[in-house]
């Protein structure tokens, strides 16, 4: 059991505010102040510091915050586990937006096919929303392609995917493309802000010494569906993942970009809490959900 004021202080992590914290645990401020005080004395360190007016943990807090969100989690599934001990046991789990059109049809079709009785929860967010749900234990584990800090997370590679440009089949290029440079002057259809494939595409300009400013036009969609709809009808070039659009690209309705420096290789990720006593069963649901 999760001491109370290791609750305490996930919670001022959460808002790095110490009268934000007292309402959303509706105790008093000195309450908050006096379980913080209590951690520092007994781990015989500090746990925040202010920089100005904002609280940030310290370097020792950052330890302890992340060793406190794997207990919590485990805390979580241990609990399930006792209440589903004589059942099958329920999976909750977060996906991206493209590794959740793309692949886990396929992925929880063979599943459902091997486990029958299997109690599935799936959640589709991107990547930073994913993995705050996992840290608050929310969810068991994530599937991802956006970064991560490795230090909070232990993963595996689940695979490794061609990231590509595409565009309408009878889409007419204001200058034929040779390098991405060359796009610039195209209507860019891009992923919102936090999802993984945009974080890709921007990590693929930032190595080039551009940004995604340096398109002339933007237009940014939340939906991948939305978003390869709009491709195929000529409203603008896109990049994505091969597994996503390999429908379209087989029927034709969209085409591949030949760009020097394209393809890259992204890494789709299997992710979970560092530390967590439930490694092993994390690491044979890899297996088993592995294609």
């Known amino acids: 059991m999760l001491d109370f004021r290791m609750e305490t202080f996930l919670t001022v992590c959460r808002y790095m505010n110490f009268t934000r914290a007292s309402e959303k645990l509706n105790i008093t401020q000195p309450a908050v102040s006096q379980h913080i005080r209590f951690l520092e004395k007994h781990y015989n ?5 202010y920089e100005g007016k904002k609280l940030r943990l310290t370097g020792a807090g950052e330890i302890l915050r992340s060793a406190s969100l794997t207990m919590m989690r485990d805390e979580q599934s241990m609990q399930n586990e006792m209440r589903g001990a004589e059942q099958e046991v329920e999976i909750r789990f ?10 886990m049809g396929q992925v929880l079709e063979k ?3 091997k486990y029958p009785r299997a109690k599935i929860h799936m959640e589709v967010e991107n990547t930073r929303d994913l993995l705050a749900r996992l840290d608050e234990g929310m969810i068991d584990f994530a599937l991802t392609e956006g970064f991560f800090k490795k230090s909070g997370y232990d993963s ?8 590509i440009a595409v565009c309408g089949r009878e889409y007419v290029f204001q200058k034929e493309p040779d390098s ?8 860019l259809l891009s992923g919102e802000e936090g999802s993984g494939v945009r974080e890709v595409f921007e990590r693929c300009l930032e190595a080039e010494n551009h940004n995604i400013e340096d398109f002339d036009s933007r237009l940014e969609v939340g ?9 195929k009808a000529g409203c603008g070039i896109t990049f994505l993942y091969e597994a996503a659009v390999r429908r379209e690209l087989e029927e034709g309705s969209l085409r ?26 994390y690491r044979e649901l890899f297996r088993r959900f592995s294609v």
């Open 45 to 49: 360190t500090k746990l925040f510091r």
């Open 94 to 103: 977060g996906v991206t937006r493209t590794i959740g059109d793309a692949v």
């Open 111 to 113: 599943y459902l096919l």
């Open 156 to 163: 595996q590679v689940y695979s490794r995917e061609q990231y």
């Open 180 to 187: 991405i440079e060359d796009l610039f002057g195209e209507r």
């Open 223 to 231: 939906s991948m569906q939305t978003m390869k709809e709009l491709t």
């Open 256 to 281: 591949k970009i030949l760009l020097r420096g394209f393809p890259l290789t992204h890494e789709f990720t299997f992710i979970w809490r560092k530390g967590s006593i439930y490694a092993d069963w």
